[in-house]
């Protein structure tokens, strides 16, 4: 069973950064892919980033260039670096993890929340103008 707790939300002014981290209760590197995901009041649940286990990561278009996903030397941490932030970016974000699908010599997953098994739950982004 994998669990994971989001930390790091809070408010901030449109331009100005935060970093969410996600606590992995297990050793997930070799076995599982990770993946946030944020939902904004009265929106569907939104795919923001993936990495894979071999470290490659994918973004969502509106985010690419100013949000990082990474993950610490132990592999018990993946965060999410989110620059110039906008106030469009403002919503509750989620880690997520699963196991995946084996290609091309790593776990790799896509950008559908069905996709994923594990969730944590969540860490409010706020953005104001």
């Known amino acids: 069973q994998v669990q994971l707790v989001e930390s790091g939300g809070g408010s901030v002014q449109s331009g100005g950064s935060l970093r969410l981290s996600c606590a992995i209760s297990?050793?997930?590197?070799?076995?599982?892919?990770m993946g946030w995901f944020r939902q904004a009041p009265g929106k569907e649940r939104e795919w923001v980033g993936t990495?894979?286990?071999?470290?490659?990561?994918r973004y969502q278009d509106s985010v690419k260039g100013r949000f990082t996903i990474s993950q610490d030397s132990t592999k018990r941490r993946l965060d999410l670096q989110m620059n110039s932030l906008k106030p469009e970016d403002t919503a509750m974000y989620y880690c997520?993890?699963?196991?995946?699908?084996?290609?091309?010599?790593?776990?790799?997953?896509?950008?559908?929340?069905?996709?994923?098994?594990?969730w944590g739950q969540g860490t409010q982004v706020t953005v104001s103008e």
């Open positions: 997520a993890a699963d196991a995946g699908r084996w290609r091309a010599g790593a776990v790799r997953c896509g950008s559908h929340g069905a996709e994923f098994a594990y």
């Open positions: 297990t050793y997930a590197s070799s076995n599982y892919c």
């Open positions: 990495m894979d286990s071999d470290g490659q990561t």
